[in-house]
């Protein structure tokens, strides 16, 4: 099993920034892919974004694309996205997940979190 945990989210006006976190615990494993997702009221949950626990690789969904920057501290097994120029639309509850493959994918996750709100006022 593995257990993940977000913090990071809040109120924060269009425009602005917040760095997610997601802190990974129990069996985890260098040969693994944490990712992000999010869903709003009313709509489906969608990728966001993921990376590789070893190595390099990085991916984004468009949306995210020139906004949002993934980085990750082995030590500490914690993944941060990080988010710039928040509008409206990000507003949604975001999830990390973790992949037990070092591949990178939009689906295919086996373990999720709580959930963290994300509100971006306009």
């Known amino acids: 099993q593995v257990q993940l945990v977000e913090s990071g989210g809040g109120l924060v006006q269009a425009g602005g920034s917040l760095r997610l976190s997601c802190a990974a615990s129990g069996r985890t494993s260098s040969n693994m892919a944490l990712g992000w997702f999010r869903q709003a009221p009313g709509k489906e949950r969608e990728f966001v974004a993921a990376?590789?626990?070893?190595?390099?690789?990085?991916l984004y969904a468009d949306s995210a694309k020139g906004r949002f920057t993934l980085s990750r501290d082995n030590a500490k097994n914690t993944v941060y996205l990080q988010m710039n120029g928040l509008k409206s639309e990000d507003t949604a509850v975001y999830f990390c997940?973790?992949?037990?493959?070092?591949?990178?994918?939009?689906?295919?996750?086996?373990?999720w979190g709580q959930g963290t709100q994300v509100t971006v006022s306009s």
């Open positions: 997940a973790a992949r037990l493959s070092s591949m990178l994918a939009m689906t295919g996750y086996d373990y």
């Open positions: 990376l590789r626990m070893s190595g390099v690789g990085t």
